[in-house]
């Protein structure tokens, strides 16, 4: 059974970064995909960043590209997110997901969901 579950969140300032993390057990990742989404109050969820277990290109949303980094440790079986020069925009409940295969950016093609992290961003 896979798990996934995300640890990092909190209450940070303008300009402040955070590490999320993603621990993913269950299975062998290594033909997967893994992405970050999130959740605003209100909004719809949104792909936020993408990576594949394997290596690879990585992909960002425009809202964060150049500020937050995604990565991973294989021999942890975590995903990372790097959140840097926050903003009040990006406060958010924060997902990790998986899918057998390739990258793609919409939210109904991957398979497993965490329970989400709450990042929230004061002014």
């Given at each position: ?50 990576l594949r277990w ?55 093609e991957y398979d ?12």
């Open positions: 059974q896979v798990q996934l579950v995300e640890s990092g969140g909190g209450l940070v300032q303008a300009g402040d970064s955070l590490r999320l993390s993603c621990a993913a057990s269950g299975r062998t990742f290594s033909t997967y995909a893994m992405g970050w989404f999130r959740q605003a109050p209100g909004k719809e969820r949104e792909f936020v960043a993408a394997s290596g690879g290109t990585t992909y960002y949303a425009d809202s964060v590209k150049g500020r937050f980094t995604i990565s991973r440790d294989n021999a942890k079986n975590t995903v990372y997110l790097q959140m840097n020069s926050l903003k009040p925009e990006d406060t958010a409940v924060y997902y990790c997901a998986a899918r057998s295969g390739f990258i793609v950016f919409k939210i109904s497993y969901w965490g329970q989400g992290t709450q990042v929230t961003v004061s002014s």
